[in-house]
Nanobody, 124 residues
Framework: QVLLRESGGGLGQAGGSLRLSCACVGPSCNDNAMGWFRQAPGKEREFVAAIAQGGGIRASANSVKGRFTISRDNDVSTMYLQMSNLKPEDTAVYYC?????????????????WGQGTQVTVSS
């Protein structure tokens, strides 16, 4: 397993930008797929975006396409979520996830690792 730590959350304005970071510590960080999920009050956790171990294969939810960009820098074992054109409905706790493969990033397994979450609040 790996240890994950999110940072970069905070207050944003509609139309503005924020960048989230997820630092990974452990020997398998750069071998794992990684992704971002979010959970708003009263809502179930939802998938936001994912990226394969090499960074070439990416996926994102329709709700964030064209606005959010996922990336990773394996030289520093860090994944990023660049959020632009923020909307109030983006308000949620954002969680970083590491999984053995891209095919399982959207499902929970015993090999997954999760960060503690970082709050993003977007004002209208």
């Amino acid at each position: 397993q790996v240890l994950l730590r999110e940072s970069g959350g905070g207050l944003g304005q509609a139309g503005g930008s924020l960048r989230l970071s997820c630092a990974c510590v452990g020997p398998s960080c750069n071998d794992n797929a990684m992704g971002w999920f979010r959970q708003a009050p009263g809502k179930e956790r939802e998938f936001v975006a994912a990226i394969a171990q090499g960074g070439g294969i990416r996926a994102s939810a329709n709700s964030v396409k064209g606005r959010f960009t996922i990336s990773r820098d394996n030289d520093v074992s860090t994944m990023y979520l660049q959020m632009s054109n923020l909307k109030p409905e983006d308000t949620a706790v954002y969680y970083c996830k590491s999984a053995p493969a891209m095919a399982t990033i959207r499902r929970d397994t015993s090999l997954d690792s999760w960060g503690q979450g970082t709050q993003v609040t977007v004002s209208s």
